[in-house]
């Protein structure tokens, strides 16, 4: 891994990507003059942060630094530059061959005190508002028996759920309702045939027009007889729902650890790397460096990959 020079001359704001921490925080493109290469700069208006913002953020990198990981994206370079705190992150990516990175740890908690490894705790992640969807019923619950790591097993099984339905469940509820629903034991699912009742012809839909993913959904065929298309017509794997029905559990007492869900059949299953498969499972999307004249050489390329960023919609990419 290259050294990054901590000083904002250096780099070259090229477009957004996305923003978060109550828009205080923007991720753009970049480019890092001395060597050429393409970065993700965040950037953060420290002059709007409140001072327990300052404080969550540096607790964000001090944990942070504490990782060494292939799978966790780290910080590169950290810097003041006029008002603003600039560091590199996102969320959960996937490079050119296959890796798969996870970022965006502002929300991150230690369960080491004092030199002392904590059962539970009882913090509530502090501006968290819209990662409430993801949050586990005994983290929104903030009772006095507090959570431990599997409140990050519940998280893991709504982002499958996210990946796999193309939304986020209980999304578009109001915060109030999700968290009834939450307690009182409402579970996401996989939407598919398996899931989905044959004779429910229409689509309930929310009114942000999306699925709500906790069990509404549409047809797998209309009256008529014909196939559908409609994008959940299809089958998950039985490995798949299992996984993700241990992970949600109301109980976190019911859920297995991070080293039982490894050993999972859903993951046992996997034949091939996911260096050898992701690439190919997301076709047709290709990778920043390859587009035509990404590299170093020829940053023209590049230029025009970020002048279309620039139509993108990123308002519900949070970081």
């Known amino acids: 891994m290259g050294v990054y020079t901590p000083d904002s001359t250096c780099y070259d704001l090229l477009t957004l990507i996305g923003k978060g921490f109550e828009d205080l925080m923007t991720v753009n493109l970049a480019r890092y003059k001395p060597s050429g290469e393409y970065v993700c700069i965040r950037r953060v208006n420290m002059e709007s942060c409140t001072n327990d913002m300052v404080a969550f953020l540096q607790t964000e990198l001090h944990v942070s630094k504490l990782f060494n990981h292939p799978n966790i994206l ?3 370079a950290t810097f003041i530059a006029d008002n603003e705190l600039s560091v590199k992150a996102s969320h959960i990516l996937i490079s050119v061959d296959g890796k798969v ?4 740890l502002r929300s991150i908690l230690s369960m080491i005190n004092h030199g002392q490894r904590l ?4 913090d509530f992640p502090k501006h968290s508002s819209r990662v409430l969807p993801w949050l586990s019923p005994e983290v929104l619950q903030q009772n006095l028996q507090g959570y431990d790591a599997k409140s990050d097993i519940y998280s893991v099984g709504i982002t499958a759920c996210e990946l796999a339905n193309g939304h986020v469940p209980f ?7 999700m968290l009834l629903e939450k307690l009182n034991g409402t579970v996401p699912c996989l939407l598919d045939t398996a ?4 004779s429910e012809l229409t689509m309930r839909t929310s009114r942000s027009g999306a699925d ?3 069990g ?3 047809s797998c065929r209309p009256s008529n007889g014909e196939p559908s298309m409609h994008p959940y017509n299809r089958s998950f794997s039985s490995h798949f729902h299992n996984l993700v029905e241990l992970c949600l559990q109301r109980n976190p007492e019911l859920r297995p650890n991070a080293g039982t869900l490894l050993n999972h059949s859903f993951f046992k299953q996997i034949k091939r790397r996911a260096s050898e498969a992701l690439p190919e499972l997301l076709r047709p999307v290709s990778p920043i460096t390859n587009f035509e004249g990404a590299r170093n050489s020829d940053p023209r390329g590049m230029m025009d990959l970020a002048s279309d960023l620039e139509h993108l919609d990123v308002d519900d990419w949070d970081f």
């Open 74 to 76: 780290p910080y590169r």
């Open 101 to 104: 990175y996870l970022s965006g």
């Open 119 to 122: 059962k539970v705790v009882h």
């Open 171 to 177: 999304k578009d509820m109001p915060a109030t309702q």
């Open 195 to 198: 899931t989905i009742p044959a």
């Open 212 to 214: 709500s993913g906790i």
């Open 216 to 218: 509404e959904g549409t």
